[in-house]
């Protein structure tokens, strides 16, 4: 079992954490996180290799059970 003394440093150093986390969102808005990032890829190269190498894959017929389970 932890000593007491222990759980209240670790109890301190967690709200000192929580606090620095908050300061630093605090004003920003997380709302639109979605539609900033909606859009802000989709003419680079790279990711639109991407989707033409997923719609192939699809089209091959090749997604198993395996493959759709992640395993």
């Known amino acids: 079992m932890l000593d007491e003394n222990i759980l209240e440093r670790r109890l301190l150093n967690l709200e000192k954490a929580v606090s620095a986390l908050e300061s630093k969102v605090e004003g ?39 493959v759709l389970k992640g395993s």
């Open 28 to 66: 920003k808005s997380l709302e639109n996180w979605l539609e900033q990032l909606i859009g802000s890829v989709s003419d680079e190269e790279a990711f639109l290799e991407a989707l033409e190498y997923g719609r192939a894959f699809r089209k091959s017929g090749k997604l198993t059970d395996k």
